[in-house]
Each structure stands twice: as C-alpha cells, then as structure tokens.
C-alpha cells in the first residue's frame, strides 16, 4: 500500500528552488527600460526589493508626471506571475510608447514586474514556493505581495480602474503538476487545459460592462476564447467573473479601485508582438473609459 501524498515540507521546497535556472536578466530586460524612461515624464520609485538579494531584485514603481489630483487614475501592474512576461513587457511598452499621450488627462501608477525572480526563473512561484497572487491578505506571507499593498496603501489614492496583466501559458500544464505535488495532491483532470485565445477576468459582476469594452478591442488585435466555461467559471463572452478567491491581486485592488480585472491570453500560439497588442489595447479601454466616466 502506498503512502498518502504529503505536501512538500521546507527542505523540499528548498531543494525546489535549488533546482531552477536562472533563464533571463531582471536587469537588462526590466530595470533598464525602466531607468531610460524620461525622467521629464515619469517617476521612477523603488518600493522595496527581495529580501533574499536585494541589490539584485529591487522592486520599481511608475507614476506620471506631471501628476493632477482631479484626474482619474490608472493601477497597472504586471509580473505578479513572473513567467507571464507579455504582461511585463506589454506594460513597458505602454510606458515607452503610449503614456506621455495621456498627461494632464489621466494618471498612472505602474508597478511592471511584481515577481522579478519568477522572471529571470520563468516560474510562477517565489524563493518559497509561494504563489504570489495567492497572498494579497493580511495574513498573506508572500513578500512580494506584502510589498505591493504596503505601496499601493501608502499612494492613499482611489483608483478609477485597476488592470492586472497575465498569461495562460503552455508552462501552466508543468507548473500545475509541481503545485499538485507541493500541495499533496494527485493531478486532476481538466489540469492540463488551456483556453485558446484572450479572455478577461473581473472581481464583480458590475465590472461586466466595462469588460465588453475590453472584449471587442482586443478582438481587433487577437482572437477572443470561445470556451463556454473558463477555469470552472462561466464564460460570458471571453469574460468570467471571480469573486469568491479573496486572496488575488485583483480582488485587493477592487478594495481600492471602482472596476478590476485581470487580462490572459495563450501566447504560446499568438506571436509575442500580438499578445503584448492585447495588453495595451485592454489598457487603452480602461483609459477611455476613465476619461470618459472620470467618478463612478
């Protein structure tokens, strides 16, 4: 007979993180796009690092400039999922291409990449094995989300829309088995399932309507997921509606903002340019949509 499964104890976990590579440069690829951001336009704000080697993986805010209290304001955050890296570089390309457009008119706060050791790993996790975007509660221990909602807590500001930027990735398929085994638990059937296609998630059932927006824009760019049932949720459209998982980045920006959502997109079929047209078109959305509807 054998033995019940266990979830992982910390020498495991240990021994996990002694296994991964380091696959890409924080550095080169973030931090310095980052840094030659015009200083005339942005503010470039470190808000904490990783304890772990900090001088390595410090953590980088964007905010506008100039900044006007009467206009709406943006939440944009990618790389909460450090491997789902369109978000990442679909959120500097809004900073490099698209935001000095908007000054004077919208504000924006943009923390690019949440997880910077998930993307030089390519993992979802963080030192620890943790999920990050399963840590945005008080007693959430993952530092990377306990350093985001110091941050944004200490901006004191309402947020006219929050956007939180991801992937569903082919990666997904092996990083579920790794979570069904750190967990003790056996891989289920329907764990291997990909959307095809863009789809949006939002935190409440009011979010909806600005959600279709976001739908026929990005379906100009790339093609929407069809699927009548996304992660057990249902479908309206490419959008599903998660209000009942309190641990995710986009139900703590719900606290602080008047509409949240999370976008996916499968790249691994999309060419990169494509999935990271999809980013900026939903980001795009929610500006017109802040400009058009400044207070809820």
Known sequence: MTDALKPWNTAEKEAWF???????????????????????????????????????????????????????TILITGGVHGYEDTGITGALRFLEEDAAQYADKVNFVVYPCISPLGYEINHRWNRKAEDPNRHFFAGGTAEESLQLMSSVESLKVHFRAAVDLHETNQRDVGITAERRARDGQKFETGDDFIPEGFYLVVASTSDVALGHEVIDAVRKVTPIAADAEILGYKSDKGIIVIDDVKTLLQDFARKHADVSMTTEIYPDNTPKKEAEDAQIATIRTVIAYAMKNPAP
């Open 18 to 72: 002694a296994s991964q590579n380091i696959q890409r440069s924080y550095q080169a690829d973030v931090v310095d796009r980052l840094t030659a951001l015009p200083s005339d336009k942005f503010n470039l704000e470190p808000y904490g690092a990783l304890s772990h080697d900090p001088a390595r993986y410090p953590l980088y805010v964007v905010k506008s400039k100039p900044w006007n209290d009467a206009n709406p």
